[in-house]
Structure formats: structure tokens, C-alpha cells
């Protein structure tokens, strides 16, 4: 249901603990946590089920309407153009990674202050739009879980994630409360999306390419 952002926080996570796996990186990564680790039950301890049911996704739960798509458009829009035209410090942490990445691959162990730059880098290559938004002083909580919400129905053609008619129905089974939220308000917002369709996935293909990442 969330294979879209699911990929780009495998992507951001696989470019990090490759790196840091000498450096003893053995912990499961998931999607970025919000602010003060709200989204995150196993460094609570809590498990999942016991959350309420606001906090269990960073995904709105409600149906996208006009202005959260006009916002989610806006911030992409000022990504996609930062992306193709990079600031100063963008192309620096791109470089600083490249040698980051090079250094690894000779034995060097990074230190953290190499681990920030990574994150830094890979938010300018995956995540540009999270950098806009911090600039732009939105919530990035309510603009992440309208991203989500965008992106759990629009596939991004750059991860090659479009439906494909050869996959077999999953299995039928009974919808927790959450899931059926999900179902019913992903079904809502990919009916909603359609007119905004070619363009967010034209924005998608330049702000979530994997080929944007430091090599």
C-alpha cells in the first residue's frame, strides 16, 4: 500500500548502513522518524498496536484535498528546480559523500561527522523536497504525511514501480481498523490525484531518482 515511500527510506537507508556496516550500522532502518521520535514504538518500547491510531503511520489519514495537494505541488515544484540547479552547499555534501564513499571502499572507517554528511547527502538526492519545506518553515510532520499520502498512489516511474497486471490479488484477509482507514482513504486520494497525476510523477522522477544518490 506504501511501496513508493517504503523504497525511498530503503534507498536512503541501504546508501547509510552499506557505508557504516563496519562502523557497526546493524540496526533495521524505516521510514525517517518525526520529531521527538513519536513514529518510532521500538525505541519506546511500545509496540506498534498499542499506539494510538494517529500515530501507528506518518501518512495523513484523511483524504488529501485541494490545498494540502497545492502545497505538496508547491514545495515539489521548488525541489525538482533545486535538484536540477544545485545550491553551493548541495554540490558540497554531494562531493564530501562521493569522498566519504571512496574513503569506505579503501577501509577507511567514517566517523560522525561522516554520518551527518551522508544524511545530509541523501536528503539532497532523495529528499529535496524535506529540505524546501524546512526552509519554507512548514510543519514537517503535516507536510511529510501529505507527501506520504501523495506518493502511496502515485508510483514513482524513477523506482520502476507501476502496477503490473501479472501480479497475483493478495491474499484476503480481515482489515485491522488501520488498514481499512488506509484502503478507504488511498482509494479516495488515487481518484482525487488523477488530474495532478503526470505531473507529480514527472516531479517524483527528478526529486526521488535513485541515480541522484553519491557514488
Known amino acids: 500500500m506504501r511501496k513508493c515511500s517504503n523504497s525511498r527510506a530503503f534507498l536512503l537507508a541501504m546508501a547509510i548502513c ?16 518525526t520529531e521527538g ?44 528546480d533545486r535538484v536540477q540547479n544545485p ?7 554531494l562531493e564530501d559523500a562521493k569522498k566519504i564513499l571512496a574513503g569506505s571502499a579503501s577501509g577507511r572507517v567514517p566517523t560522525p561527522s561522516d554520518v551527518k554528511t551522508l544524511e545530509r547527502a541523501n536528503l539532497v538526492a532523495m529528499a529535496m523536497d524535506q ?3 524546512d526552509e519554507m518553515k512548514l510543519d514537517g510532520r503535516t507536510y511529510r504525511g501529505i507527501a506520504e499520502a501523495v506518493e502511496s498512489v502515485v508510483p514513482n516511474p524513477a523506482l520502476g514501480l507501476a502496477p503490473s497486471k501479472d501480479v497475483p490479488p493478495t491474499p484476503e484477509h480481515v482489515l485491522t481498523p488501520l ?9 479516495a486520494n488515487e481518484t482525487f490525484l488523477i488530474p495532478y497525476r503526470a505531473e507529480i510523477q514527472k516531479l517524483m522522477a527528478v526529486v526521488r531518482n535513485p541515480a541522484n544518490l553519491p557514488k
Open 131 to 133: 529540505i524546501i519545506a
Open 18 to 33: 552499506a557505508l557504516f556496516h563496519l562502523a557497526g550500522c546493524g540496526r533495521k532502518e524505516t521510514a525517517p522518524p
Open 179 to 187: 488498514e481499512k482507514r488506509l484502503s478507504d482513504v488511498n482509494t
Open 87 to 93: 545550491a553551493p552547499a548541495d554540490r558540497i555534501a
Open 37 to 80: 521520535g513519536e513514529n518510532s514504538p521500538a525505541s519506546s518500547g511500545a509496540k506498534p498496536a498499542g499506539l494510538p491510531l494517529d500515530q501507528q503511520i506518518e501518512q495523513k489519514l484523511d483524504p488529501l484535498t485541494k490545498e494540502d495537494v497545492e502545497l505538496y505541488l508547491k514545495v515539489m515544484r521548488a525541489a525538482a
